[in-house]
């Protein structure tokens, strides 16, 4: 049990285009799930946690109107790169808490390459 | 805030012989500690956790020491293989409905660890 998907794995866009990942828990549902962002070696930076029906709440220096994100569902949250520009090039994962505990399960990660 | 500093930053050991990741913590709020195994272009995969009351746990070859009092934690692996070669990351949380009612459980990651297990 515990799994969470990606959409899409890997994603190469241009410059200046908007970019939507999904984050989806299959088998569990989830008040909460976090948008991190991994450089390479890197460890993983918080972006913003997203809360089913309200909301998000983004990390310091991390610009809200550049990555959108919404939690309609329990078991989906979606994560918009507007105006890509190439240092939005990174690795993005997504987790999902489930139940009461913090016990977070992690998707498999979304590769965007913005030229 | 919470930080968390984690070492060593790089660990190559021999196929069969034990590995230690060792851990601190600032916030003495924090009572979850998960530690997760990422191997390269995946997402973390969390193997093992332990809360803050309890001093030690055990799944296989996999064990985790909690020292409330010295905020620090290790994550222990036995009998390495080569197919346990990752980074591996911990992380603490101070819980979901903390007193500020914001952290909806957000974990702080340690640096992370190489591990290599040569054959």
């Known amino acids: 049990g515990a799994v969470v998907s990606q959409h899409p794995s890997r994603v190469i866009c241009k410059s200046g285009t908007s970019v939507k990942i999904e984050c989806r828990s299959l088998?569990?549902?989830?008040?909460?799930m976090f948008w991190y962002r991994q450089f390479p070696k890197k460890s993983l930076m918080l972006m913003a946690t997203s809360n089913e029906g309200s909301k998000a709440t983004y990390e310091q220096g991390v610009e809200k109107d550049k990555f959108l994100i919404n939690h309609a569902s329990l078991t989906l949250s979606t994560l918009t790169v507007t105006s890509a520009h190439p240092e939005d090039s990174s690795f993005y994962i997504c987790s999902a808490r489930r139940g009461a505990y913090n016990e977070q399960f992690f998707g498999p990660g979304t590769r965007l390459t913005v030229l | 805030g919470e930080n968390v500093e984690q070492h060593p930053s790089t660990l190559s050991v021999q196929e069969g012989d034990s590995a230690v990741i060792k851990c601190t913590y600032s916030?003495?709020?924090?009572?979850?500690f998960p530690w997760y195994k990422q191997e390269l272009g995946k997402g973390p995969q969390l193997i093992i956790d332990i809360r803050s009351n309890v001093g030690e746990k055990k799944d296989q070859r996999i064990a985790v020491t909690l020292n409330k009092t010295a905020k620090h934690f290790s994550l222990h692996i036995t009998e390495t293989q080569p197919e346990d070669s990752a980074v591996y990351f911990c992380a603490a949380s101070s819980g979901v409905g903390d007193a500020g009612g914001t952290s909806y459980g957000k974990l702080t990651f340690g640096q992370g660890t190489i591990l290599t297990v040569h054959p």
């Open positions: 088998d569990f549902q989830a008040t909460t």
């Open positions: 916030d003495s709020a924090s009572n979850y």
